[in-house]
């Protein structure tokens, strides 16, 4: 396996990148599959890449409409978040979150994974009620979670117009 590096990157640049190794192996279907995920966007490539690292799952197929890496992957970027009110979904979310953590060191590929915080605004005391539940849940769970009045999110989003 090639190893993607600053290096290599250089090297290929005077080749006009035609010496790289096919990043992927042959695309035409098999007869049959242990595992088919479908979407081939950041969740779907980030299962594939969980199922053959901790369980050696390899015989997998991404079945996918566009291009692969494509959808909010190619145009944006995953969103991975943890910020869910129910124990089972808070904590199976972080799980993936941990995963991505590690990736680009696992793969030594750079898979971007930065992480940001969320900012969900309040429209009524309702919703705030609402979002003060979620975070306490996140909390219970050892998930990082504020609860900001509105004169800290003014700090923050000094923009943003309150009114």
């Known amino acids: 396996m090639q190893k993607y590096s600053i290096f290599n990157l250089v090297k290929n640049a005077f080749s ?6 096919l990043a992927w192996k042959d695309p035409t279907p098999k007869e049959e599959y242990d595992v ?8 779907g490539l980030a299962t594939a890449y969980y199922l053959a690292k901790e ?10 409409k566009g291009w692969i890496g494509g959808g909010n992957v190619g145009r944006n970027t995953t969103i991975i978040r943890s910020n869910y009110m ?4 808070g904590l199976f979310s972080e799980f993936g979150m941990d995963l991505w953590r590690k990736m680009s060191q696992d793969l030594n590929y750079n898979v971007m994974f930065s992480p940001r915080g969320i900012i969900n605004l309040a429209h009524s005391d309702a919703q705030m009620n609402a979002y003060a539940r979620r ?10 979670a ?16 309150f009114f």
């Open 55 to 64: 369980h050696n799952i390899t015989n997998v197929a991404i079945i996918e």
């Open 36 to 43: 088919v995920i479908i979407g081939g966007g950041g969740h």
């Open 16 to 21: 006009n990148h035609e010496n790289w190794d």
């Open 135 to 144: 975070g306490n849940s996140m909390r219970l769970n050892g998930i990082d």
């Open 86 to 89: 129910h124990d089972e979904n």
């Open 146 to 161: 504020v609860l900001l009045n509105r004169e800290q999110v003014k700090e923050i989003i000094p923009m943003a117009d």
